[in-house]
């Protein structure tokens, strides 16, 4: 049985835990990969064998296809507002302000 070659695009994709910019991205890259299955299947009448779906990931892991990836995400993240009606910047929204405690008279 040959060895299993992984897909380490992931790596590629999101370079910290809180990188919600490459979480992004990663989902992105993971909606077309499950549509190409979908589309795949739809015309073949089967899923793509290991090396079909290899084809798929040399086109998907591709330095400009990464690239695409990252601004696809930014795009998304931009139109989003966030409580201050801001679109994102990069940085996680600050929390929202604390209520004041009550003071004991």
Do not use: C, W
Request: hydrophobic share 30%; glycine share 6%.
């Amino acid at each position: 049985m040959p060895e299993r070659q992984y897909n380490f695009i992931f790596s590629k994709l999101v370079e910290k835990d809180d990188d919600m910019l490459g979480l992004l991205a990663y989902g992105l890259y993971k909606q077309q990969k499950m549509e190409y299955i979908a589309q795949f299947k739809k015309e073949h009448g089967r899923g793509p064998s290991h090396e079909e779906l290899a084809t798929s990931h040399d086109l998907t892991s591709s330095p400009t296809q990464i690239e695409n990836y990252k601004q696809l995400a930014e795009i998304r993240l931009n139109s989003i507002e966030v409580a201050d009606g801001q679109g994102y910047d990069g940085e996680e929204p600050s929390p929202p302000p604390q209520p004041p405690q009550a003071r004991a008279f």
